[in-house]
């Protein structure tokens, strides 16, 4: 699958370290894409649903994440999609980052390998 081909968008916040080494590889393989960042822009239902078309909400929500550990145990419990979304459109940095949409197709996470695949 080639970038030429298929838009490429990156989500997160980018003081993120993760964010940060998967800019840096898609910079250095000359891939453009687009930075949409949650504190700026945050994140809208129809994007959330699309994503939780594709992978459960809880690959899609980072559980490890302080965002997700401080929510009270009533938020945590009885998790569906509906409100997945709706806890990730208030809180869009408890969202496994980098999210990264290569056409419709959606990767959780930065692992080089899985990036080269990806673009290969």
């Not at 999210?99 to 290969?120: M, N, P, S």
Request: hydrophobic share 35%.
């Amino acid at each position: 699958m080639s970038s030429a081909k298929h838009t490429v968008t990156i989500y997160g916040i980018k003081s993120c370290d993760t964010m940060k080494k998967a800019f840096t590889w898609l910079d250095e393989h000359n891939i453009a894409y687009t930075f949409h960042d949650y504190k700026k822009q945050g994140i809208d239902e129809a994007t959330l649903q699309a994503w939780l078309s594709q992978k459960p909400w809880d690959e899609v929500i980072n559980k490890r994440g302080t965002t997700w550990r401080k929510l009270p145990d009533e938020d945590k419990a009885d998790v569906s999609n509906e409100k997945a979304i709706s806890l990730m459109s208030s809180n869009p940095s408890m969202i496994k980052r980098p999210a990264l949409l290569v056409g419709d197709t959606l990767t959780l996470g930065f692992k080089a390998d899985e990036y080269q695949r990806i673009f290969a």
